[in-house]
């Protein structure tokens, strides 16, 4: 198949997942097209079958705003054209969802139809998505996808609730590639960060107040009270400046690394004994699902879809949002168990391996040609 993709082209977990998705696709002999205003983070090296159009975002003095979607609508018009696509499929619905609608209506008027696919990934459907700033677009135009896909039963379910949403969504899980996520020896880089030996807690996010990041402050201060320990802080975002107040006012410095954004983030995870992740909202927690893959035990919230990624006493802990205690509490429970703590690792792998990239792909091949043979052409 021909497909184009568009999505988020930086590190949050939307773009990673279309990303790492189209690279699969290409492997298996599709031929892919991303359409982003910039390379996907993980598109890093030239790979066959795949090929990546910038949109314009040029802007004009009279513009008080970028005018994104329509110059990302005339380019998905182009591409579909002139590379002959079969399909679009979008990531995060706000405001690919609409967009792609716009690119097939004007595709419609010279006579060709192309069916888009939409995957919900989270705050589209979950926070953004229900401001009445963007809802009855975000509605109208899922009812106008060919396909709907969502990325937990939790976030489908939600959908429901929230939407009128007139068609069946599709759950196909987030997904993690093996060869690049898997425990790493890196004994050298775990000596520099924790030179005695302590327990390293990591938390990856785009720090934004969903994540909750002062929560992950907090519960590693009630760590650091019982025993000696270090936290890794992956990512940036608008809540960095208040985690680094937090960190001073609590006195944490000194066991705190704020690393930014990392692309290297299996390395960081393999030092790693344990995942913080106390989101408010988290429709699948894909940061947690990869934590797993490189063997890390997760100390979660029960949020969304973090119930269908960690099993609670198996591969970590869930806890109420904003329970820091619980959550503290269940961190030390594994710390201080090293044999515990050594099954719950083993167990946090097995659980992901069921989400190897190779069990997923065909469910979006077999998605794909179902949604091709039913297309209808409105
Ligand atoms: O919230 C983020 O970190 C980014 C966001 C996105 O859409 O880019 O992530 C959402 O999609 C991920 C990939 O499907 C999911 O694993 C995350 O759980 C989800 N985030 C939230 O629901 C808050």
């Known amino acids: 198949m021909k497909i184009g993709i568009v999505c ?29 205003y910039k390379r996907p983070a993980r598109l890093s090296h030239f790979q066959a079958n795949v090929f990546y159009h910038e949109v314009d975002t040029s802007s004009y003095p009279l513009f008080e705003y970028t005018t994104y979607d329509s110059a990302l609508a005339s380019k998905l018009v182009d591409v579909v054209k002139y590379e002959n696509l079969d399909l679009l499929h979008v990531h995060y619905a706000i405001p690919h969802a609409m967009v792609s609608y716009i690119a097939k209506k004007v595709l419609l008027t010279e006579g060709r139809y192309v069916p888009t696919i939409t995957t919900l990934h989270g705050t589209d459907i979950t926070l953004v998505g229900q401001h009445r700033a963007f809802r009855p677009v975000v509605e109208f135009s899922m009812n106008k996808s060919d396909g709907l896909t969502a990325v937990s039963k939790s976030l489908r379910d939600q959908t429901y609730e929230y939407f009128n949403v007139n068609k069946e969504i599709e759950v196909v899980y987030n997904f993690i590639d093996f060869e690049r996520f898997k425990k790493h020896d890196k004994d050298h880089f775990k000596k520099a960060i924790a030179p005695l030996g302590e327990p390293i807690l990591t938390h990856v996010s785009n720090f934004r107040k969903v994540k909750r990041v002062d929560d992950v402050i907090r519960v590693f201060h009630e760590v650091r009270k019982e025993m000696p320990s270090k936290l890794l802080l992956i990512g940036d975002g608008p809540e960095r400046r208040n985690a680094e ?24 995870l393999a030092v790693s004994d344990l995942f913080i992740m106390p989101s408010a909202k988290e429709s699948f927690g894909l940061a947690a699902l990869e934590a797993m893959a490189c063997e890390v035990p997760i100390i979660s919230t029960n949020a969304g879809g973090l119930l269908e990624v960690n099993t609670h006493g198996q591969t970590g802990f869930l806890s109420e949002v904003g329970d820091v205690e619980d959550m503290a509490r269940n961190a030390l429970n594994l710390l201080r168990n090293p044999d515990l703590l050594s099954r719950f690792r083993e167990n946090a792998l097995q659980r992901a391996q069921e989400f190897d990239i190779s069990n997923i792909l065909p469910k979006y091949e077999a998605y794909y040609e179902s949604v091709l043979r039913a297309a209808v052409y409105t």
């Not at 988020?8 to 892919?32: D, Q």
């Not at 410095?253 to 390395?267: N, P, S, T, V, W």
């Open 245 to 268: 107040s937090l960190c001073r006012k609590l006195e944490l410095c000194h066991d705190i690394r704020f690393l930014g954004k990392q692309d290297a983030i299996e390395e960081l």
């Open 8 to 36: 988020y082209p930086t590190y949050g977990g939307s773009g990673v997942i279309a990303t790492e998705l189209g690279i699969g696709l290409a492997k298996r002999g599709h031929e892919i097209h991303f359409i982003t």
